[in-house]
């Protein structure tokens, strides 16, 4: 298979955007986390039964954060997002999805997946997915985030508040922790579907 990027204003699958929090919105955040003791195992899509915490496919922790106790989280995302957005990628996007906050501790992985099967309440798609990096790459061994490209896969170790988006339908996966722990936020973008 080849892949074409004609829908991309780039010539990569992918932007990183550095900087795009602070020391106090990660204050925030974690204190929000800790606070709500939000932590709990990941669960993802599965047609099987109880299949959706299965440690082959996904060991991490994660957190939902919610909009309304966390909204200059979500004003300063959302500036960012729009920027890279209308700089590199020109979707049509409309709402950012409840954020994810992931911990992987030790043995912490994702398989190779997509983020594109989820439908928003109106009947749009998850279009453009981003990573950011929370804590410092030193902190931990492993943990890199592979994304298929159709070529040389491209293969980051985020650095603490690096931001990289890539549209939701391009498979990806976070490798294996092997020492610390790699802590993350993850959001996913909507928009109408593509025709």
């Not at 020109?90 to 994810?100: D, G, K, M, S």
Request: charged content about 25%; hydrophobic content about 35%.
């Amino acid at each position: 298979m080849f892949w074409i990027n004609s829908t991309s204003a780039g010539t990569e699958f992918f932007l990183i955007v550095k900087d795009v929090l602070n020391d106090t919105l990660l204050k925030e955040l974690e204190d929000h986390v800790e606070t709500y003791n939000l932590l709990a195992p990941a669960k993802f899509i599965s047609d099987v039964e109880d299949g959706d915490q299965n440690p082959i496919v996904r060991v991490t922790e994660v957190a939902w954060i919610d909009t309304r106790t966390n909204s200059n989280l979500y004003g300063t995302l959302t500036a960012a997002v729009n920027k890279a957005n209308h700089e590199y990628f020109n979707f049509n996007l409309t709402t950012i999805e409840t954020l994810q906050y992931s911990v992987y501790p030790p043995g912490g992985h994702y398989k190779c997946h997509t983020d594109a099967a989820l439908k928003g309440q109106g009947g749009d798609s998850r279009k453009l997915s981003f990573s950011i990096g929370l804590n410092n790459e030193d902190e931990y061994e492993g943990g890199e985030l592979e994304i298929w490209t159709g070529g040389d896969n491209k293969i980051f170790k985020l650095r603490k508040f690096e931001m990289v988006l890539f549209p939701s339908w391009i498979p990806h996966r976070v490798h294996p922790i092997k020492t610390g722990t790699r802590k993350s936020l993850v959001g996913w973008v909507h928009g109408p579907d593509f025709i």
